[in-house]
């Protein structure tokens, strides 16, 4: 699930959900002017109720002409978004949707966001070669059995060291960027969500290099890594991944990048988007990589003027 997902699951992450379908869209932060937002939710998942026209009317009304829905697909017959809607269903709604909004002015890609694990790379692999998608995220959650699971977490946490903590999440990332089945890792250190408030992001600042191995895995697939603004409604308040990651990543010979809201109400659509395209830009990146059906795509990052809230361009 993603990172505002399962938030059922524990009392601790319910407390720590930012936002609801608020009519918020017009409050400090939310993105405009931007070329893309390809990580989002709707009513298709289990963990938001936003009907997809309010996320293109967003679009239309904060000119960002192209966005990508990617609904949870899971493959654990334990996790909420297991089943919870049949592709022909969601394939169908959203390519209605792009057609009604082709004459806004606003292009909508029919996505997925598929919780990737090893035990279960089998199920993706077959649900892929069935089914065709404009554009697929590849994301690990805290899976069922997983030691970052809330009941679990802190016993994980006792007496071993960060390396020790972060080596199964990170294993499944770098088998995540080896399958060859995504165009895009999502969320790259959501499992610093998972360890607060026991391990802060400030705590991981001081590890980067911890990130390096799934950087390079990432970097020798050819994937694109996305830089995810929902860590900014979290505590830690930063992407995911951090600006200095994005940076290391580009001098590890990165070259493909993505940036996504990964919103799951109204409220947080595009929330903070111009905080990621600038990391970007800063990072000395020029173009997004993205794909749409057959065709793998580059779109220019804005290289002047104002990046969504975040003010002018530094330069
Ligand atoms: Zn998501
Ligand atoms: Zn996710």
Redesign the pocket.
């Known amino acids: 699930m ?2 505002e997902a399962d938030q059922g699951a524990s009392p601790n992450r319910a407390s720590a959900r930012p936002d609801r379908d608020d009519p918020a869209s017009e409050r400090p932060g939310a993105g405009h002017d931007l070329p893309l937002d390809a ?1 989002l ?1 709707t009513d298709q998942s289990p963990d938001s109720s936003v009907p997809i026209d309010v996320y293109a009317a967003l679009a239309v009304e904060r000119r960002i002409p192209e966005i990508a829905i ?1 609904d949870h697909v899971d493959f654990d017959p334990r996790d909420p978004a297991y089943r919870y809607t049949r592709f022909e269903d969601r394939e169908r709604t959203v390519r209605d949707a792009a057609e009604r909004w082709a004459r806004e002015g606003v292009t909508i890609r029919f996505g997925a ?1 598929l919780t990737y694990n090893q035990r279960w790379e089998a199920d993706v692999r077959e649900h892929l070669a069935r089914h065709r998608y404009d554009y697929v995220i590849g ?1 690990v959650h805290d899976w069922p059995e997983s030691p970052y699971w809330p009941s679990r977490v802190r016993a994980w946490i006792e007496g071993r060291s960060l390396d020790e903590i972060l080596e199964p999440y990170y294993a499944e990332i770098i088998a995540a960027a080896r399958s060859g089945l995504f165009d895009t890792i ?1 969320h790259l250190d959501v499992v610093k969500r998972y360890l607060h408030p026991h391990i802060t992001a400030a705590d991981l600042a001081t590890r980067q290099d911890l990130q390096e191995p799934s950087l390079r895995a990432i970097v020798d697939a050819g994937v694109s890594l996305e830089v995810n603004t929902s860590g900014l409604r979290y505590p830690g308040a930063e992407t995911y991944p951090s600006a200095p990651v994005v940076a290391r990543y580009r001098q590890l010979g990165g070259e493909r990048v993505v940036t996504g809201s ?1 919103a799951h109400s109204r409220g947080s659509f595009a929330h903070r988007l111009g905080d990621a395209y600038r990391h970007l830009i800063d990072a000395g990146f020029e173009q997004l990589t993205f794909r749409r059906g057959h065709e793998r795509v580059h779109i220019d990052l804005p290289r002047s003027g104002p990046i969504g809230t975040a003010g002018a361009l530094r330069t």
């Open positions: 993603s990172p990580h939710h990617t966001e994301s999502g990964d």
